[in-house]
Protein backbone atom coordinates (compact mmCIF):
# COMPACT_ATOMS: atom_id res chain seq x y z
CA UNK A 1 0.00 0.00 0.00
CA UNK A 2 1.42 3.41 -0.92
CA UNK A 3 1.89 5.19 3.16
CA UNK A 4 0.64 8.45 2.03
CA UNK A 5 -3.10 8.00 0.28
CA UNK A 6 -5.84 6.66 0.87
CA UNK A 7 -7.00 3.62 -1.82
CA UNK A 8 -9.08 4.77 -4.48
CA UNK A 9 -13.22 4.03 -4.15
CA UNK A 10 -14.65 3.60 -7.81
CA UNK A 11 -18.16 3.59 -6.38
CA UNK A 12 -17.82 7.03 -5.95
CA UNK A 13 -17.75 8.72 -9.98
CA UNK A 14 -14.58 11.70 -8.88
CA UNK A 15 -12.18 9.10 -7.75
CA UNK A 16 -12.30 7.66 -11.35
CA UNK A 17 -10.48 11.07 -12.32
CA UNK A 18 -7.84 10.33 -10.54
CA UNK A 19 -7.11 7.32 -12.53
CA UNK A 20 -9.01 8.16 -15.58
CA UNK A 21 -8.68 11.39 -18.29
CA UNK A 22 -12.67 10.81 -18.85
CA UNK A 23 -15.72 9.92 -16.01
CA UNK A 24 -17.73 7.45 -16.63
CA UNK A 25 -19.99 6.63 -19.03
CA UNK A 26 -22.06 4.64 -16.41
CA UNK A 27 -22.02 4.11 -12.47
CA UNK A 28 -24.14 1.82 -10.47
CA UNK A 29 -24.02 0.99 -6.79
CA UNK A 30 -25.66 -2.17 -5.14
CA UNK A 31 -25.04 -3.99 -2.04
CA UNK A 32 -21.85 -5.18 -1.57
CA UNK A 33 -20.97 -4.88 -5.28
CA UNK A 34 -20.93 -1.90 -8.55
CA UNK A 35 -20.41 -1.40 -11.41
CA UNK A 36 -18.51 1.16 -13.88
CA UNK A 37 -18.61 1.55 -17.73
CA UNK A 38 -15.70 3.44 -19.00
CA UNK A 39 -14.69 4.72 -22.73
CA UNK A 40 -11.16 6.16 -22.23
CA UNK A 41 -8.19 7.08 -24.83
CA UNK A 42 -4.90 5.94 -24.80
CA UNK A 43 -3.52 6.14 -21.38
CA UNK A 44 -0.76 6.10 -18.96
CA UNK A 45 -2.68 5.65 -15.67
CA UNK A 46 -0.52 6.55 -12.31
CA UNK A 47 0.21 4.23 -9.83
CA UNK A 48 -2.91 3.67 -7.29
CA UNK A 49 -3.89 0.81 -5.10
CA UNK A 50 -8.23 0.56 -4.68
CA UNK A 51 -10.45 0.12 -2.01
CA UNK A 52 -12.41 -2.92 -3.58
CA UNK A 53 -11.50 -5.79 -5.20
CA UNK A 54 -11.83 -4.90 -9.03
CA UNK A 55 -12.49 -6.55 -12.18
CA UNK A 56 -11.87 -4.76 -15.51
CA UNK A 57 -13.91 -6.67 -18.60
CA UNK A 58 -12.80 -5.41 -22.31
CA UNK A 59 -16.05 -5.27 -24.27
CA UNK A 60 -14.06 -3.37 -26.91
CA UNK A 61 -11.18 -4.13 -29.30
CA UNK A 62 -7.96 -6.39 -28.57
CA UNK A 63 -5.91 -3.97 -27.05
CA UNK A 64 -2.08 -4.47 -25.23
CA UNK A 65 -1.90 -3.73 -22.13
CA UNK A 66 0.95 -2.91 -19.58
CA UNK A 67 1.32 -3.02 -16.27
CA UNK A 68 3.25 -3.21 -13.38
CA UNK A 69 1.81 -4.69 -9.97
CA UNK A 70 3.49 -4.45 -6.69
CA UNK A 71 7.11 -3.90 -8.65
CA UNK A 72 6.41 -6.69 -10.91
CA UNK A 73 6.19 -5.86 -14.99
CA UNK A 74 3.36 -7.58 -17.40
CA UNK A 75 2.68 -7.17 -20.76
CA UNK A 76 0.01 -9.25 -22.67
CA UNK A 77 -2.74 -8.58 -25.43
CA UNK A 78 -6.29 -8.00 -23.63
CA UNK A 79 -9.00 -9.34 -25.45
CA UNK A 80 -12.19 -8.75 -25.90
CA UNK A 81 -14.10 -10.47 -23.43
CA UNK A 82 -11.27 -11.49 -21.23
CA UNK A 83 -11.16 -10.32 -17.41
CA UNK A 84 -8.25 -8.31 -15.48
CA UNK A 85 -8.64 -9.00 -11.60
CA UNK A 86 -6.75 -6.16 -9.41
CA UNK A 87 -7.13 -7.35 -5.73
CA UNK A 88 -7.64 -4.28 -3.37
CA UNK A 89 -4.90 -2.80 -1.80
CA UNK A 90 -2.49 -3.73 -4.08
CA UNK A 91 -0.17 -1.47 -6.07
CA UNK A 92 -0.69 -1.41 -9.84
CA UNK A 93 -0.31 1.11 -12.50
CA UNK A 94 -1.50 0.88 -16.38
CA UNK A 95 -0.79 1.74 -19.76
CA UNK A 96 -2.85 1.01 -22.92
CA UNK A 97 -2.09 2.85 -26.63
CA UNK A 98 -5.34 2.86 -27.84
CA UNK A 99 -8.87 4.15 -26.90
CA UNK A 100 -10.48 1.26 -24.89
CA UNK A 101 -14.44 0.23 -23.80
CA UNK A 102 -14.20 -1.55 -20.52
CA UNK A 103 -16.32 -2.52 -16.92
CA UNK A 104 -15.38 -2.19 -13.91
CA UNK A 105 -16.79 -4.63 -11.63
CA UNK A 106 -15.86 -4.09 -7.98
CA UNK A 107 -16.89 -6.01 -4.87
CA UNK A 108 -16.59 -5.65 -1.37
CA UNK A 109 -13.39 -7.27 0.40
CA UNK A 110 -15.00 -7.61 3.55
CA UNK A 111 -18.17 -8.88 2.58
CA UNK A 112 -16.08 -11.52 0.30
CA UNK A 113 -14.39 -12.82 3.41
CA UNK A 114 -17.84 -12.83 5.10
CA UNK A 115 -18.92 -15.27 2.40
CA UNK A 116 -15.29 -17.57 2.64
CA UNK A 117 -16.12 -17.75 6.57
CA UNK A 118 -19.65 -19.26 5.67
CA UNK A 119 -17.54 -21.46 3.43
CA UNK A 120 -15.44 -22.51 6.47
CA UNK A 121 -12.30 -21.09 5.02
CA UNK A 122 -10.66 -20.42 7.65
CA UNK A 123 -7.44 -17.82 6.98
CA UNK A 124 -7.68 -14.36 5.10
CA UNK A 125 -8.35 -15.09 1.48
CA UNK A 126 -6.66 -12.95 -1.15
CA UNK A 127 -7.40 -12.89 -4.77
CA UNK A 128 -5.04 -13.59 -6.90
CA UNK A 129 -4.03 -10.48 -9.52
CA UNK A 130 -4.21 -11.70 -13.11
CA UNK A 131 -3.68 -9.32 -16.39
CA UNK A 132 -6.11 -10.95 -18.79
CA UNK A 133 -7.60 -14.20 -18.31
CA UNK A 134 -10.63 -16.13 -20.70
CA UNK A 135 -13.58 -16.28 -18.34
CA UNK A 136 -16.88 -16.71 -19.88
CA UNK A 137 -18.80 -16.60 -16.85
CA UNK A 138 -17.47 -13.34 -15.18
CA UNK A 139 -17.99 -11.59 -18.54
CA UNK A 140 -21.37 -12.65 -18.64
CA UNK A 141 -22.58 -11.79 -15.42
CA UNK A 142 -21.20 -8.32 -16.37
CA UNK A 143 -22.95 -7.85 -19.06
CA UNK A 144 -26.44 -9.12 -17.39
CA UNK A 145 -25.03 -6.44 -14.84
CA UNK A 146 -25.19 -3.78 -17.38
CA UNK A 147 -28.17 -4.68 -19.04
CA UNK A 148 -30.04 -3.84 -15.82
CA UNK A 149 -27.93 -0.71 -15.37
CA UNK A 150 -29.45 -0.05 -18.90
CA UNK A 151 -32.68 -1.15 -18.42
CA UNK A 152 -33.91 -1.37 -14.90
CA UNK A 153 -36.76 -4.38 -14.35
CA UNK A 154 -38.54 -5.19 -11.09
CA UNK A 155 -36.94 -8.00 -9.82
CA UNK A 156 -33.90 -6.35 -9.95
CA UNK A 157 -32.55 -6.33 -6.71
CA UNK A 158 -32.64 -10.03 -6.70
CA UNK A 159 -31.24 -10.63 -9.66
CA UNK A 160 -28.37 -8.56 -8.47
CA UNK A 161 -27.95 -9.90 -5.11
CA UNK A 162 -27.83 -13.77 -7.09
CA UNK A 163 -25.57 -12.44 -9.19
CA UNK A 164 -23.04 -11.09 -6.58
CA UNK A 165 -23.41 -14.66 -5.03
CA UNK A 166 -22.82 -16.34 -7.82
CA UNK A 167 -19.58 -14.50 -8.79
CA UNK A 168 -18.14 -14.66 -5.44
CA UNK A 169 -18.27 -18.30 -5.37
CA UNK A 170 -16.71 -18.10 -8.61
CA UNK A 171 -13.88 -15.84 -6.95
CA UNK A 172 -13.15 -18.15 -4.12
CA UNK A 173 -12.96 -21.27 -6.04
CA UNK A 174 -10.81 -20.57 -9.35
CA UNK A 175 -8.79 -17.06 -8.43
CA UNK A 176 -8.16 -17.17 -4.72
CA UNK A 177 -5.55 -17.96 -2.29
CA UNK A 178 -7.55 -21.27 -1.41
CA UNK A 179 -9.19 -21.74 -4.91
CA UNK A 180 -7.83 -25.77 -4.72
CA UNK A 181 -9.77 -25.77 -1.34
CA UNK A 182 -12.96 -28.17 -1.83
CA UNK A 183 -16.28 -26.25 -0.56
CA UNK A 184 -19.01 -27.78 1.19
CA UNK A 185 -22.06 -30.07 -0.21
CA UNK A 186 -25.34 -28.42 0.19
CA UNK A 187 -28.18 -30.71 0.78
CA UNK A 188 -31.35 -28.21 0.24
CA UNK A 189 -33.13 -26.66 2.79
CA UNK A 190 -35.85 -28.03 5.10
CA UNK A 191 -39.01 -28.53 4.10
CA UNK A 192 -40.69 -26.14 6.21
CA UNK A 193 -37.97 -23.40 5.65
CA UNK A 194 -38.49 -24.13 1.68
CA UNK A 195 -42.73 -23.70 2.51
CA UNK A 196 -42.51 -20.54 4.71
CA UNK A 197 -39.77 -18.96 1.67
CA UNK A 198 -42.63 -20.06 -0.90
CA UNK A 199 -45.75 -18.63 0.69
CA UNK A 200 -43.54 -15.97 1.42
CA UNK A 201 -43.07 -15.49 -2.30
CA UNK A 202 -46.87 -15.68 -3.88
CA UNK A 203 -47.88 -13.54 -0.66
CA UNK A 204 -45.67 -10.80 -2.18
CA UNK A 205 -45.32 -11.33 -5.73
CA UNK A 206 -45.95 -7.56 -6.49
CA UNK A 207 -43.20 -6.27 -4.73
CA UNK A 208 -39.65 -5.87 -4.56
CA UNK A 209 -38.21 -9.29 -3.15
CA UNK A 210 -34.91 -9.11 -2.15
CA UNK A 211 -32.61 -11.86 -1.30
CA UNK A 212 -32.50 -10.71 2.20
CA UNK A 213 -35.86 -10.20 2.50
CA UNK A 214 -36.15 -14.05 1.69
CA UNK A 215 -33.61 -15.20 3.88
CA UNK A 216 -35.01 -13.53 7.27
CA UNK A 217 -38.36 -14.93 6.95
CA UNK A 218 -36.51 -18.47 7.19
CA UNK A 219 -33.60 -16.95 9.60
CA UNK A 220 -30.29 -17.88 7.32
CA UNK A 221 -27.68 -15.64 5.98
CA UNK A 222 -28.48 -14.76 1.90
CA UNK A 223 -25.61 -16.78 1.21
CA UNK A 224 -26.59 -19.73 2.52
CA UNK A 225 -30.28 -19.35 1.78
CA UNK A 226 -29.82 -18.59 -2.15
CA UNK A 227 -27.59 -22.11 -2.35
CA UNK A 228 -30.27 -24.42 -0.55
CA UNK A 229 -32.94 -22.58 -2.33
CA UNK A 230 -31.29 -23.93 -5.20
CA UNK A 231 -30.49 -26.99 -4.36
CA UNK A 232 -33.98 -27.30 -3.33
CA UNK A 233 -36.52 -26.05 -6.18
CA UNK A 234 -33.32 -26.19 -9.16
CA UNK A 235 -33.57 -22.42 -9.76
CA UNK A 236 -31.71 -20.06 -8.36
CA UNK A 237 -34.41 -17.21 -5.92
CA UNK A 238 -34.59 -14.88 -8.63
CA UNK A 239 -35.82 -17.15 -11.32
CA UNK A 240 -37.96 -19.18 -8.81
CA UNK A 241 -39.77 -15.67 -8.49
CA UNK A 242 -40.53 -14.99 -12.64
CA UNK A 243 -42.06 -18.22 -12.56
CA UNK A 244 -43.74 -18.12 -10.22
CA UNK A 245 -44.85 -14.52 -11.73
CA UNK A 246 -45.73 -16.26 -14.87
CA UNK A 247 -48.06 -19.08 -13.09
CA UNK A 248 -49.97 -16.35 -11.31
CA UNK A 249 -50.91 -13.95 -14.33
CA UNK A 250 -51.66 -17.29 -16.42
CA UNK A 251 -54.00 -17.92 -14.50
CA UNK A 252 -55.74 -14.78 -13.94
CA UNK A 253 -55.35 -14.37 -17.66
CA UNK A 254 -57.84 -17.46 -17.92
CA UNK A 255 -59.98 -15.64 -15.21
CA UNK A 256 -60.99 -12.92 -17.89
CA UNK A 257 -61.33 -10.38 -15.55
CA UNK A 258 -58.35 -7.99 -15.87
CA UNK A 259 -56.54 -6.81 -18.72
CA UNK A 260 -52.78 -8.02 -19.46
CA UNK A 261 -51.47 -4.73 -18.80
CA UNK A 262 -53.27 -4.72 -15.37
CA UNK A 263 -52.31 -8.46 -14.90
CA UNK A 264 -48.47 -7.80 -15.07
CA UNK A 265 -48.84 -5.05 -12.24
CA UNK A 266 -50.65 -7.69 -10.35
CA UNK A 267 -47.89 -9.93 -10.62
CA UNK A 268 -45.03 -7.69 -9.73
CA UNK A 269 -43.72 -7.09 -13.47
CA UNK A 270 -42.46 -3.71 -14.16
CA UNK A 271 -44.64 -3.14 -17.42
CA UNK A 272 -46.56 -5.19 -20.41
CA UNK A 273 -43.87 -6.03 -22.48
CA UNK A 274 -41.93 -7.75 -19.56
CA UNK A 275 -44.45 -10.39 -18.35
CA UNK A 276 -45.32 -11.00 -22.16
CA UNK A 277 -41.29 -11.25 -22.95
CA UNK A 278 -40.94 -13.95 -19.37
CA UNK A 279 -44.86 -15.28 -20.60
CA UNK A 280 -43.80 -16.02 -23.74
CA UNK A 281 -40.22 -17.85 -22.69
CA UNK A 282 -41.31 -20.11 -20.50
CA UNK A 283 -45.06 -21.09 -21.09
CA UNK A 284 -44.30 -21.43 -24.98
CA UNK A 285 -46.74 -18.72 -25.99
CA UNK A 286 -47.28 -15.01 -25.73
CA UNK A 287 -50.47 -13.52 -22.98
CA UNK A 288 -52.59 -13.04 -26.51
CA UNK A 289 -51.63 -16.22 -27.80
CA UNK A 290 -52.88 -18.05 -24.58
CA UNK A 291 -56.50 -16.15 -25.19
CA UNK A 292 -56.77 -16.55 -28.63
CA UNK A 293 -56.07 -20.84 -27.73
CA UNK A 294 -58.38 -20.51 -24.93
CA UNK A 295 -60.99 -18.87 -26.56
CA UNK A 296 -60.64 -21.51 -29.67
CA UNK A 297 -60.80 -24.76 -27.23
CA UNK A 298 -63.83 -23.15 -25.32
CA UNK A 299 -65.78 -22.96 -29.20
CA UNK A 300 -64.74 -26.39 -30.16
CA UNK A 301 -66.08 -27.58 -26.65
CA UNK A 302 -69.41 -25.35 -27.29
CA UNK A 303 -69.48 -27.10 -30.91
CA UNK A 304 -69.33 -30.67 -29.61
CA UNK A 305 -72.33 -29.84 -26.95
CA UNK A 306 -74.77 -28.87 -30.07
CA UNK A 307 -73.80 -32.10 -31.92
Known amino acids: MLPDENPIDLQESESSLKLFPRSPVQLAVWQDIFLVHHRQPAWEMPENHLAQHVLSINIGADRKIERVIDGRFQQEQFLSGNVAIYPAEVNYSLRWEKESEFLLLG ?3 GWLSQIAIELFIPETVELMPLL ?26 LLVESIGQTLAIHLLRNYSSHRT ?3 PTYHGLPKYKLQQAINYIHEFLDRELSLSD ?9 FHFAHLFKESTGLAPHQFVIRCRVERAKELLLQGSLSIADIAAEVGFA ?6 RHFKRIVGLTPREVLQKENVDRKNVQNLAKT
Request: charged content about 15%; hydrophobic content about 40%; aromatic content about 0%.
Open 107 to 109: IDP
Open 132 to 157: SVHDPLIQNLALTLKAELDSPQIGGK
Open 181 to 183: QEL
Open 214 to 222: LATVVQMSP
Open 271 to 276: NQSHLT
